[in-house]
Structures are given as C-alpha cells and as structure tokens.
C-alpha cells in the first residue's frame, strides 16, 4: 500500500515529491571555534549552515555585525563560495572590505533601493541557479533589514504614516524564497538591528520586522558590545530565541581589534576559555594540563584521578596559546578532541555554557522545556 501511495504522489506531484531529504548540513567555518560550537555544536566542523538555511544577526548599533559579515565574506571567498552582497545601508567601503582579506573584484556587490527588490535579486539568482542545476553553494547576505524601506515607503510622503510596511513584505516574500533557498543548497545571512523592547517583561532587545522573520529563520543570532575601549572590544554572539541545528540559548565572547578585526591571538583565547569551562583543560595553581591526557594516564596506569594530575604534563597558559598559534596540526588535533567530547558530554557543556544573561523568563521555560 505504501509503494502505491508513494507512486501516486510521485505521478501526481513531481515537483513537490522532494526525495533529497537533507541528510547532513554543510557548513562554512567561520574561522572562530566558539561561533561555530553556538551555531552547530561543533567547533572544528560546524559554522554557518549553507544547505538551504536562512540564518538572522541581530544587535545594537557598532556591536560587530558588519564586521562579523566582512569576516564571513573573507571566509566564504577562501572557501571557493561566491558571495552576494546586498548593501542597503550603503555603508561598507573598499578600504574596509580589503582590510578583512575580501577580493573586491570577485564579490558580488549590490545596492537595491527597496526591500521588493532586494527579493528580485535573490529570487532571480534561485531561478538562474534552478534552471542550469547548479548545486554550488553560495552566500548571499543581506545588510541590513531595518534600514531596507518597502517600494510603499518610498513613494510615500514623510507626514504621511504607515504601520507595519516591512513586516508585510517580509511575511509575503519570506514564504516564497525559503523552499527556493534550499533548492539551491545555499545560504541567506540577513543582518538586522536590534529595538529596544517596549514591553515590561522579557529581553531588553527585539527586533523589527515581525514575526516572519523568526518563523523563517533556522538560527537567530543576537550580538552585543562588550567592554569597549580605544582599541577594541568584546563581541558576545549568542542565540537566545531559536536555533533549528543545535540547542538555543548558548554564548561565547571574543576580542575584536578595530583595525586587525578577529585576531588568531584573541580567536585562540577565547578558545582556551571555552576548553577551561567544559573541563577539558583542568588548572593546577599557576598551571594547566589536558584532562583528557588525565583520562589516559588512569586508563593505562590504573591510579586514581588526583594521582594522575601530579603525574600529567603541565603547562602555563601562554605556553599552551602559543603552541596553538605556531602549530596548525596540535590545533587540529585539540578541536578534534573538543568536538568529540562535546559529541558525547552534550547535556553538561550546553548546561555550562547557556547565556548567563538569560532573564528569569527565560531560564524558566528552559528548564519548563526540557532544555536543561
């Protein structure tokens, strides 16, 4: 009966029969292990998702959204991906782009006037994509939502008011790009800003453009500033509404330098710190050790846990940093063995790292929803 059914379906709708179902995500390595553990879980093999997924960035004003984009163009372009860039705040410059390694001349640079025809573009790319089934991935991002005005806006007058424009725009086309985004196999990063919450409950910061946009994402990421100074600051990314590819409500925080953007120095520091919480690197006063050579030593030696730390090879930190730094391979071979153990200790790290600035809200419905 099942062979029947599913014969019929195929005969009566071809187009809709998708067998392709995905079987794995690809993804793009953002080049940072913390953003690619919050994003998929896996700090080696994880980063952006490109397989048919819709990703959203949000936050406040000079947070690092446009550089983190920058960045991720860099990446993509390394990777072998074509990138489009939908510019509707018109605010990047060259200097800018090339100072984060972009090749100016092979991106693909747009600057739309409208939010209608920011849809055109990608739409039209899943058509010419679709009609020579080409299944090389590519980035399109759009930068940025809030600052995209609707056709209806422009032609308006300033007196006159209109409510909720771009959420209807967004509601109507969301729904017709999505299943093309994922026929093509790509990936669509749309960058927003953050508001400031009306409401007398929940998270400080929303953002505009109701709720399609949070229907049609896979994953939402909130930036934050942290700590400014003359030089730089801390970037906390997080993802505190929803994420389809790994459990929500997890955070990391990394330096970033103004002129030398994501630097390997504050990359790998952030690293070390995110080994420290889960415990793979333990600390014995001004040292450190790998617990996992911890693990080894009761294995092979058959002495108990506090034997086998005066035992193990220690380290100072900066030692081990610069070891990360100098040798690919030995930092290869630590994100193998991060990811591995994130793969079999997923409940205890995800519960280690959930954002600590989770309201009372928010803690509440995680643990209501089995999350921890």
């Known amino acids: 009966m099942s062979k029947k059914l599913k014969s019929f379906l195929e005969k009566t709708y071809p187009d809709a029969m998708d067998t392709d179902i995905i079987a794995e995500v690809k993804y793009l390595d953002t080049g940072i292990p913390t953003v690619n553990y919050v994003i998929s879980g896996k700090p080696l093999t994880g980063g952006l998702p490109l397989t048919g997924k819709i990703t959203i960035m949000y936050g406040p004003e000079g947070c690092g959204k446009t550089s983190f984009v920058v960045h991720m163009i860099a990446k993509a372009q390394r990777a072998g991906i074509d990138v489009i860039y939908i510019d509707t705040e018109r605010s990047i410059t060259r200097p800018r782009l090339e100072q984060f390694g972009v090749d100016v001349e092979e991106l693909n640079y747009l600057t739309p006037d409208t939010m209608e025809e920011c849809f055109d573009i990608i739409e039209a790319v899943c058509r010419e994509k679709m009609a020579e089934d080409d299944k090389e991935p590519v980035l399109i991002i759009w930068d940025s939502i809030a600052m995209t005005p609707t056709a209806d806006e422009i032609h308006r007058t300033s007196e006159d008011v209109e409510i909720a424009s771009q959420a209807r725009v967004l509601t109507r086309n969301l729904r017709r790009i999505r299943g093309k985004i994922k026929r093509i196999e790509s990936s669509l990063l749309l960058i927003n800003q953050a508001r400031a919450n009306q409401a007398r409950f929940g998270d400080l ?159 509440k419905s995680i643990e209501d929803g089995g999350i921890i």
């Open 205 to 363: 910061f929303t953002m505009p453009g109701g709720h399609a946009l949070h229907h049609s994402a896979d994953v939402i990421l909130r930036v934050n500033k942290v700590k400014p100074d003359e030089s730089g600051q801390g970037i906390k990314i997080s993802t505190p509404i929803k994420n389809r590819l790994f459990r929500p409500f997890q955070s990391t925080t990394l330096r970033f330098e103004y002129v030398d953007g994501f630097t390997k120095e504050n990359i790998i520091d952030a690293f070390c710190d995110f080994l420290k919480d889960i415990e793979i690197l333990g600390s014995a006063g001004p040292y450190c050790y790998l617990e996992t050579d911890v693990q080894r030593i009761i294995k092979e030696e058959g002495v108990d846990n506090k034997e086998a730390v005066k035992k193990v090879n220690k380290f100072f930190k900066k030692d081990f940093v610069k070891r990360l730094i100098d040798d690919p391979d030995y930092y290869a071979e630590i994100l193998r063995t991060a990811e591995e153990y994130v793969n079999i200790n997923i409940a205890k790290v995800t519960h280690i790292l959930l954002d600590k600035d989770l309201t009372e809200e928010e803690m």
